[in-house]
């Protein structure tokens, strides 16, 4: 994981859309439905895009903006005091549907279904064995090769870029090596987690 890293200058620029949220009252939920509608409309764009390339980049806009929301949400609720654990269970939910209808998108929009579902098993499995440590007494494990801001930040930059031009490696193009690379980190990452609760516990 490298840009959680960065989070904290990710709080700080957005410190202006915070303070305009908090002024016009609106809600850390609202902010995380919008975030979900942003991939829900990335997903569809995506599977538009397969036939016409240029809309990658209008879903790499939209992830984009899925990305900057899911932050924003979390900040908003600081900022109100109002983060709850209801407040955390819906974003985790609505991240993992985001997540779920971003990949289908790219998936079915160049008709790979295959590495679809192994992609977006890799990525629901990181997610759930990282929240999973929780329920076993454990913190929230964030560890692993790939984490969702990496995630939504590579789909930006390969989906941008194959608005322009899609070279084929081994005839396989830029989306279908994308969803590869989340097949098999995804899975990694999810067994790095599983390894590292399963250590913590003994």
Do not use: C
Not at 59 to 81: I, K, S
Not at 121 to 137: D, E, I, N, R
Request: glycine residues 12%; negative net charge; proline residues 2%.
């Amino acid at each position: 994981m490298t840009l959680d890293q960065f989070r904290s200058v990710a709080d700080r620029a957005l410190e202006p859309f915070v303070a305009l949220s908090t002024r016009i009252g609106v809600s850390p939920d609202a902010i995380s439905v919008l975030a979900f509608l942003a991939a829900v409309a990335a997903g569809g764009v995506y599977y538009v895009a397969g036939e016409m390339a240029i809309l990658y980049l209008a879903g790499a806009v939209l992830v984009g903006l899925n990305g900057a929301l899911d932050l924003l949400d979390g900040a908003v609720a600081r900022e109100q005091n109002v983060d709850s654990k209801a407040g955390d269970l819906l974003d985790h939910v609505l991240d993992r549907y985001a997540d779920i209808v971003i990949i289908a998108g790219l998936a079915a929009g160049i008709g790979s279904y295959v590495l679809g579902f192994a992609a977006v098993t890799g990525v629901l499995m990181t997610s759930y064995l990282g929240t999973q440590a929780q329920a076993v007494g454990l913190d929230r494990v964030y560890a692993g090769v790939l984490g969702r801001a990496d995630r939504l930040a590579i789909i930006g930059i390969v989906t941008g870029i194959a608005a322009f031009v899609q070279p084929t490696i081994a005839g396989v193009g830029p989306i279908g090596w994308l969803l590869v690379l989340f097949a098999v980190v995804g899975h990694v990452t999810a067994l790095q987690r599983f390894w590292g609760a399963w250590n913590a516990l003994d």
